[in-house]
Every structure is written in C-alpha cells, then in structure tokens.
C-alpha cells in the first residue's frame, strides 16, 4: 500500500541484520515506508539530494517459540509500529515499541498483554 508517498508492506527482502533489511527495502523502492516480513525492530535513515528517508523493520506479535523453529533461537523481536501522517502534508512520525518479556513501555506507560515469548 503506498500512502502519500509512504509505503506499507509485508516486504520480501531477509539480510542478516535487522537495519541490513530496511537498508535494502529503502534501496529497492526508492522512498520511506515500513515492513515487517523479518519479525525484526529497526531504522534505516538515508539523506540525500531527493530527501530524507527512512524505512522501518516494525517487529513481530507473535510467539518467538514456534514449533517449526526447534532448536533455533530466532533474531526476532516483538513489537510494533504506530504513527501519524499530519492532515494535507507530507510529514509523518513513526514509533517503533519494543516489547520484552510480554510488556511494552510507551511515554512511562507500560502495556502487557497475554502472550509469553
């Protein structure tokens, strides 16, 4: 989905590391967005004589036990992105929440939920 020249995505590029693969996303499309096929939380920020961009890795909600990663410990991270887009502009600000051990901590507000690693 592209929104004011923004785009939202499940993505499909994988690197090693998690600003690697929003590195590669800015890359590949040319303009800011934000995707979360890697289950990893990061920034990319680049500037140039176009602008300024950014792409974000937004994490995962889900489980980082899932059974078909046995064995495995998976460089995942659960969180989330929320944001706004200022009404007839082009800005935009982006927050990524980190959450650990089932609790994420927003403005000194602390949020959990049900699910456990």
């Known amino acids: 989905m592209k929104y004011r020249n923004f785009i939202i995505k499940h993505g499909d590029i994988v690197r ?11 890359e590949s499309t040319g ?25 974000y890795e937004i994490g995962c909600l889900c489980k980082k036990n899932q059974e078909y990663m046995q064995g495995k410990s998976p460089n995942w991270q659960q969180g989330f992105a929320f944001g706004c887009f200022k009404k007839g502009s082009a800005k935009y600000n982006i927050h990524l929440v980190n959450i650990v051990n ?3 901590l927003f403005m000194e507000n602390e949020f959990s939920g049900n699910s456990k690693d």
Do not use: C, D, P, Q
Request: proline letters at 0%; charged letters at 15%.
């Open 16 to 26: 090693k590391h998690s600003a690697y693969t929003a590195r590669g996303e800015l």
């Open 102 to 104: 089932g609790k994420a």
């Open 31 to 55: 303009i800011s967005g934000l995707s979360g096929h890697t289950h990893r939380l990061s920034a990319h920020y680049l500037s140039n004589e176009g602008g300024n961009y950014v792409w």
